[in-house]
């Protein structure tokens, strides 16, 4: 079982930054891939990032490359994303995900077997 919680959501103006945070809990969370996905208003569910267990891989969509970044702490628990140079198409509800799979199967899917609450990312123009 994992426990997902995000946290570093916001209202920010394009250009600007954030970074979101997730801190996991159970026994498994060490074992999991953990991602990033987010829904904005009226759109369809859109994979954004995902990370290894161990941390070694990463993936992240092509509307993200080079402005986000993820990473891992085993050692608190904890996921980031990094996100810079943030405009309006950015904004969205950002949920933090995890599934026993590898980084490749958790790009090429938004269904996931854990979620958290979500994080509202707000971009202001």
């Known amino acids: 079982q994992v426990q997902l919680e995000e946290s570093g959501g916001g209202l920010v103006q394009a250009g600007g930054s954030l970074r979101l945070s997730c801190v996991g809990s159970?026994?498994?969370?060490?074992?999991?891939?953990v991602g990033w996905v987010r829904r904005a208003p009226g759109k369809e569910r859109e994979f954004v990032s995902t990370?290894?267990?161990?941390?070694?891989?990463?993936i992240l969509a092509d509307s993200v490359k080079g402005r986000f970044t993820i990473s891992r702490d085993n050692a608190k628990n904890t996921v980031f994303l990094q996100m810079n140079s943030l405009n309006s198409e950015d904004t969205a509800v950002y949920y933090c995900?995890?599934?026993?799979?590898?980084?490749?199967?958790?790009?090429?899917?938004?269904?996931?077997?854990?979620w958290g609450r979500g994080t509202q990312v707000t971009v202001s123009s």
């Open positions: 159970g026994p498994d969370f060490s074992h999991v891939a």
């Open positions: 995900v995890a599934d026993l799979a590898t980084t490749l199967a958790m790009a090429r899917r938004t269904s996931y077997s854990y």
């Open positions: 990370i290894s267990w161990n941390g070694a891989n990463t």
